[in-house]
C-alpha cells in the first residue's frame, strides 16, 4: 500500500504517518501488510519541519503545497490513498484557501488514479450551513468537495480530539487547572462526544484498508468516543483525574465566543486564532447521529478509550515529557518565512544586529545542551521579568506569548515552537549538514523565528564552536523593521539589550561551565517508545 499524508508537519499527520511506517507505540496501530510492503509519502511545504523526526528516513518527503496543482500531481503518482488533513484555521481567507486545495487535491487523484482519499472533518449538527460558524462549514465544504472528486472518499467527522498537545485538550487542561472558580458561557451545557486521539488514528488507519465498493464508502462517517458529556462535565472529570479540588463554575448569558476567545487567550497557551474557531464549534451539540462506522471498523475487544481514560494518558505522556506532536507545530499564519539577511537570497533593506561572542571552558556538546534546553520551563537565561512582560503584551493583542512553551522539555526539531518562536534551522555539533550550510562539522547552529506580534520581522541565533580547552558562544539578533513603527519598536527596546542579551550570554555559558564535569554531555531524552525498552500503553 501506498500512502500519501498531506498535513504531516501538524498534530495528526505527524501522529499518522509514524504508525503507516509502523514506528508508533501501539502494537496495534499499525497497516495491514499482508497485501505487500507499505510506502509512506509526506507532502511538505518545507521539509527541513521534518528533518529532525525519528521515523524521516524511512519516509519519502517530498516539498510542495497544495495550493500548487503541479506539486500536488506529483506527489499523488503512484499512491493509492491520500489522507487530506490540513485546514487552515487562523488564515483570513481559510474557507477559499481550504476550498481550493480540496479542489487541486480531488482533481490530482483523479488523475492519477488514487483508489481513495481519507480526509478528516468536523462533527457538526444537521443544520443548514448558513447555520454552522465559519470554521464548521468550512469543513463540511471541503469533505462535500472531495466527496465530488470522482475518487472514493471517506469522511471521518469527530468532534474535541483528545491527547497530549492537541488544542482541544490543552485548552480543557489549563481552563481547569487554572480557574478553580469560572464565569462560563452557557455553551459550556451543551452535548459533546469527544474521542481519543488513539481511536481517531485507528480509524484514519483501518478505513483506508476496507475492501468494498466505491459507493458504500463514498460518505461521511460520524466518529465519537463511547460517552456524551458536556463541556462542564468534562472539566469537572479533568479536574477529578487530574486530582484536583471540584470546579464552580457560574454560567451566564453574555459572553460571547469572541470574548470567550479573547479570555482563553489569557488563561492558556491557545491564542485566539485557534481559540475562537474551537469555541465556535462547542456552541453547537456535537453528537455522533449515526454509528455506521461500526460495519466496517468493528470498535475493538476493550472497546473504544474512555473519557476519562483518555486524560489520563495524556496527562501521562505530558508529565514524561513524550509529547509526540502539538498544536502549535503548526506554522502560525501570514508570519513571513523570509530568509534570513544572512541567506544567499536576501536581496537588501534595513537590518539592525545585536550580536555577543563569549569564550566557554564548557565541551561543545555541553553548551549545546544548554542551548537545546532554551525556553519553556527552564526560560531565557537573563530578566525573566522582563521576558514575561513582554509575552503579556504580545498576549494581550491576540499573539502567543510565552505560554506556547515545548514540545519536549529537552529535545528540539526544526519547526518546532518555542515560547513566541519557532525553530527554523537546527543543526547539532557532529550532526549532518544540510546542502549550503556553512556550519564547521563540530559546529552547532539554533535558529530561531518570531512569531510574535512586531511590526518587523526577527531572529534569534545561538551557535556553537570548539576551541582550544572549551567552546565559544555566538548570539545574534537580527530585526528587520517594518515601517515607522518598525525602526520606533527597534529603537524603543535597544537600550534593554545589554540587560537582556548581554545576561544570556553570561548565564548561558555559566551554566555550561557549571554542569561540565568534564565527562559527556547528557544523551537527549527521545519519547519512551523511540528507546529500546518495552512498550507501555503509553500513547495519548
Not at 498531506?6 to 496495534?28: F, H, K, N, V
Not at 516539498?63 to 489522507?83: F, H, K
Not at 475493538?300 to 474512555?306: A, F, K, Q, V, Y
Request: with cysteine; proline share 9%.
Amino acid at each position: 500500500m501506498r500512502y500519501l499524508v498531506t498535513g504531516a508537519t501538524g498534530y495528526i499527520g505527524g501522529r499518522l504517518a509514524p504508525r503507516l511506517l509502523g514506528r508508533g507505540p501501539e502494537p496495534d496501530l499499525v497497516p495491514d501488510t499482508s497485501a505487500g510492503p507499505v510506502h509512506v509519502r509526506c507532502l511538505v511545504r518545507n521539509p527541513d519541519k521534518l528533518a529532525d523526526v525519528p521515523w524521516a528516513a524511512e519516509a519519502e518527503i517530498v516539498q510542495g503545497d497544495l495550493l500548487d496543482p503541479d506539486s500536488v500531481r506529483a506527489a499523488c503518482e503512484d499512491v493509492d490513498v491520500v489522507y487530506f488533513l490540513v485546514h487552515s484555521l487562523s488564515d483570513s481567507d481559510f474557507a477559499a484557501t481550504d476550498r481550493r486545495a480540496a479542489l487541486i487535491l480531488g482533481e490530482a487523484a483523479r488523475a492519477a488514479g488514487v483508489r481513495r482519499i481519507v480526509y478528516l472533518g468536523g462533527l457538526h449538527p444537521d443544520t443548514p450551513s448558513g447555520g454552522l460558524s465559519a470554521h464548521l462549514a468550512s469543513r463540511v465544504e471541503v469533505g462535500e468537495t472531495l466527496l465530488r472528486s470522482g475518487v472514493p472518499t471517506v469522511v471521518l467527522q469527530a468532534a474535541v480530539i483528545l491527547g497530549s498537545g492537541s488544542a482541544s485538550f490543552e485548552m480543557l487542561r489549563y481552563l481547569t487547572e487554572r480557574l478553580p472558580l469560572m464565569i462560563t458561557p452557557r455553551w459550556v451545557r451543551n452535548r459533546i462526544q469527544p474521542i481519543a486521539v488513539r481511536d481517531v488514528l485507528r480509524y484514519l488507519i483501518r478505513v483506508a484498508e476496507i475492501d468494498a465498493p466505491d459507493a458504500e464508502l463514498n460518505r461521511t462517517f460520524d466518529i465519537g468516543g463511547p460517552e456524551i458529556l458536556t463541556y462542564y462535565d468534562m472539566m469537572q472529570r479533568y479536574a477529578r483525574v487530574a486530582g484536583l479540588p471540584r470546579r464552580r463554575v457560574v454560567p451566564v448569558p453574555v459572553l460571547t465566543p469572541s470574548l470567550s476567545a479573547h479570555w482563553i487567550n489569557i488563561v492558556t497557551p491557545v491564542p485566539k486564532s485557534i481559540a475562537t474557531p474551537l469555541i465556535e464549534s462547542l456552541v453547537h451539540e456535537v453528537v455522533c447521529t449515526e454509528d455506521d462506522i461500526e460495519r466496517w471498523v468493528p470498535d475493538p475487544p476493550e472497546g473504544l478509550i474512555s473519557y476519562d481514560r483518555a486524560v489520563e494518558l495524556a496527562l501521562s505522556r505530558i508529565t514524561d515529557g513524550e509529547v509526540e506532536t502539538r498544536w502549535s507545530g503548526a506554522t502560525v499564519e501570514n508570519v513571513p518565512s523570509d530568509p534570513l539577511p544572512s541567506d544567499p537570497d536576501w536581496a537588501g533593506g534595513d537590518v539592525y544586529l545585536d550580536e555577543r561572542e563569549q569564550p566557554c571552558n564548557a565541551t561543545p556538546e555541553r553548551l549545546w545542551t544548554v542551548i537545546e534546553g532554551i525556553g519553556g520551563e527552564r526560560g531565557w537565561y537573563s530578566f525573566p521579568l522582563a521576558w514575561s512582560v513582554r509575552g503579556w503584551m504580545d498576549r494581550a493583542v491576540g499573539g502567543v506569548g510565552l505560554s506556547r512553551g515545548r514540545r519536549d522539555p529537552h529535545d528540539l526539531r526544526t519547526g518546532d515552537a518555542l515560547d513566541w518562536w519557532r525553530v527554523e534551522r537546527m543543526i547539532e555539533p557532529g550532526g549532518p549538514r544540510p546542502a549550503g550550510s556553512d556550519c564547521g562539522p563540530e559546529e552547532g547552529l539554533l535558529r530561531l523565528r518570531a512569531e510574535m506580534k512586531v511590526p518587523g520581522r526577527a531572529w534569534l541565533e545561538m551557535s556553537v564552536r570548539p576551541r582550544p580547552g572549551g567552546s565559544v558562544y555566538h548570539q545574534r539578533a537580527v530585526f528587520i523593521p517594518h515601517g515607522l513603527a518598525g525602526y520606533l519598536y527597534w529603537w524603543s527596546v535597544a537600550p534593554f539589550h545589554g540587560i537582556v542579551f548581554g545576561g544570556m550570554v553570561r548565564n548561558i555559558t555559566r551554566t555550561a561551565e557549571r554542569d561540565d564535569d568534564g565527562g559527556p554531555a547528557p544523551a537527549s531524552r527521545r519519547p519512551g517508545w523511540l528507546r529500546s525498552r518495552p512498550q507501555r500503553d503509553r500513547a495519548a
